[in-house]
Structures are given as C-alpha cells and as structure tokens.
C-alpha cells in the first residue's frame, strides 16, 4: 500500500474526521459520486474509509441523504462517555453533526441549509438520523466552515470552532444538542 486513499469514481470534496476506534482508522469525509454541471444534480454524501494501519483502506459510502439534500460540512466525533445517551459506556457511540443543504427547499422552517445529528453503534457502518432537537448556532448552520469539534476535559464540554471570513468562533455543550457561544 501507498498510505494514499484514493476513490474510484467519485471526488472527494474534504475530510472531516480521523477518528481510532476499537483498533481501526476511521477517515470521514464528504465526496459525490455524480458531478453534473447543474447543482440540482449534485449530490454530496458522507464517505468512510477504514483501515488497521493508516496505509491500506478499504472505503465504505453512507447514505445520510434524500434525493433532494447534500451534506455540506460538518464532523464526526467519538463520544467516549456517551453523553447524548445513544451508545453505552462499553460501546460509546460515533455523532456526527452535519449541515445539510437542500436544494428544494422543503424544509418546514424554509430554511435550505439546517443541522443534523446522526450516531452509529456500530463503529459507522450504520447511521441514524436524531429525531431530537439540536439548537445549533446560527453560525455553524449559515457559514459551517473549517469545522473542529472535541471534548474539553477539564471543563466537561464539547467545544466546536469554526472559521469564519478572518477569524474563529468558539461554541459550548454539555450534550452535543444545545451550543453556547464563548
């Protein structure tokens, strides 16, 4: 192996998290497998690559979308002391917090951009969509760029930053669903 991923037929637009879990590489990213000229057309999806040794991956697609949204930006983090309380301590949960984009506009809040939290138990083979309410900042959902999200220890939060124009903006949570700015 090369220690290079590629991706047969598809492009990759960017990587949004390198996770280890339970001895294996987890490289999230956010890729299209059809690239038409018309937006209405372009679809962009989550894909994951695995791997045991950070040289030899094999790559795995997850359908987090409809025929009418795009994951535009977003992470996906590992929730260690399951604190949304979608895993257990023995099988802590991978979250991810994705910005979806949609193209029709069908949304009820007549938003075309709006946040998603998704968890897998099963080291991201599977994903599914929270049905609870996430109170993202207005932030991350309008200008999602340059996403980090972590734990802070020592204050027992998430924090996420993301990169706006020329600076960086910080935001809190205790649970993944409420966000503070700092």
């Given at each position: 192996?090369?220690?290079?991923l590629?991706?047969?037929n598809?492009?990759?637009?960017?990587p949004i998290?390198?996770?280890?879990n339970?001895?294996?590489?987890?490289l999230?990213?956010?890729?299209?497998?059809?690239?038409?000229?018309?937006v209405?057309?372009?679809?962009c999806?989550?894909?994951?690559?695995?791997?045991?040794d950070l040289?030899?991956w094999?790559?795995?697609?997850?359908?987090?979308?409809?025929?009418?949204?795009?994951?535009?930006?977003?992470?996906i983090?590992?929730?260690?002391?399951?604190?949304?309380?979608?895993?257990s301590?023995e099988?802590?949960?991978?979250?991810?917090?994705?910005?979806?984009?949609?193209?029709?506009?069908s949304?009820p809040?007549?938003?075309?951009?709006?946040?998603?939290?998704?968890?897998s138990?099963?080291?991201?083979?599977?994903?599914?969509?929270?049905?609870?309410?996430?109170?993202?900042?207005?932030?991350f959902?309008?200008?999602?760029?340059?996403?980090?999200?972590?734990?802070?220890?020592?204050s027992?939060?998430?924090i996420?930053?993301?990169?706006?124009?020329d600076?960086v903006i910080?935001?809190?949570s205790?649970?993944?669903?409420?966000?503070?700015?700092?």
């Amino acid at each position: 192996g090369s220690g290079f991923l590629t991706l047969n037929n598809s492009v990759s637009a960017e990587p949004i998290s390198l996770l280890y879990n339970n001895g294996t590489y987890n490289l999230f990213y956010i890729h299209s497998d059809n690239l038409k000229s018309n937006v209405n057309n372009f679809v962009c999806n989550i894909g994951n690559a695995k791997s045991s040794d950070l040289i030899n991956w094999k790559v795995h697609s997850i359908d987090f979308i409809n025929k009418n949204t795009i994951v535009y930006k977003g992470g996906i983090i590992n929730d260690i002391n399951n604190i949304t309380g979608f895993g257990s301590k023995e099988i802590p949960p991978l979250i991810a917090l994705l910005i979806m984009m949609d193209h029709c506009n069908s949304n009820p809040d007549g938003r075309n951009t709006y946040p998603v939290l998704a968890y897998s138990n099963d080291n991201g083979i599977s994903w599914t969509v929270s049905e609870d309410k996430i109170n993202f900042p207005d932030t991350f959902i309008n200008y999602p760029q340059n996403v980090n999200i972590f734990w802070h220890q020592t204050s027992g939060k998430w924090i996420v930053s993301l990169g706006v124009s020329d600076y960086v903006i910080l935001y809190s949570s205790k649970d993944l669903f409420c966000w503070d700015f700092e």
